[in-house]
Structures are given as C-alpha cells and as structure tokens.
Nanobody, 125 residues
Framework: LQLVESGGGLVQPGGSLRLSCAAS????????IGWFRQAPGKEREGVSC????????YYVDSVKGRFTISRDYAKNTVYLQMNNLKSEDTGVYYC???????????????????WGQGTQVVVFP
C-alpha cells in the first residue's frame, strides 16, 4: 500500500493550493483518508479526514470553511483544496490511510495504515 502526496509549494497569505494524495496497491473507496500537517518544532496534527464508503468529511476548527477534502475514485486520489491560506498553515502535509476513521482522527498515532512522504506548504507574506 502506497500513498504519494503532491501539490505543495510557496504561496502568499490568502492564496490557494490543492494537495493530492495518490494511492496505489489498494482502492481508496475501501479506506478512510486523513490529512495531517507538521510545522517545524511541532507535533503532527490532523486537519481533515474522510470516511471510507460513506465519504463523510471532517475538519478541525482552524480549517473549517477554508479547506475541502474530496476523492476521485477513477484516479484513486484524495485531494485537499486549501483556500485563504494563512501563515499558520505552513508545514509538511501528509496523508494517511486506515480501514476506517479512527476514534480520534486528529492524532497521528491512531492511524495504523499507510502514510505518504509528505509535501511542503509554505505560506509567507
């Protein structure tokens, strides 16, 4: 099972980026996917996740209304559309997979499946 993130980059505050998490070796329909980020010197934190077959979406308060998680079954890819980016959104973004959304989806230790290698997002004035 492999996940590969892409789409990170350098953007000014208020800008947008769309991150991709491409899966291989398994079908995303059967797995929950979580997006995490890790800022320098900080713990990895969950920002959004999507249930497996039901497709329910969840967001932490700090990104609600700005980030949108979605899934393209044909491409076996999950996206994280990030709008109105702020400096505090800076970090390495990772996606993770598990058979279902964990009881505490915002803590990385609860995700027991595959992780990607991360993609860097820098929001600077």
């Amino acid at each position: 099972l492999q996940l590969v993130e892409s789409g990170g980059g350098l953007v000014q505050p208020g800008g947008s980026l769309r991150l991709s998490c491409a899966a291989s070796g398994f079908t995303l329909y059967d797995y929950a996917i979580g997006w995490f980020r890790q800022a320098p010197g900080k713990e990895r934190e969950g920002v959004s996740c999507m249930g497996s077959s039901d497709g329910h979406t969840y967001y932490v308060d700090s990104v609600k209304g700005r980030f949108t998680i979605s899934r393209d079954y044909a491409k076996n890819t999950v996206y994280l559309q990030m709008n109105n980016l702020k400096s505090e959104d800076t970090g390495v973004y990772y996606c993770a997979a598990d058979v279902k959304v964990p009881v505490n989806p915002w803590l990385s230790g609860y995700w027991h499946g595959s992780w990607g290698q991360g993609t860097q997002v820098v929001v600077f004035p």
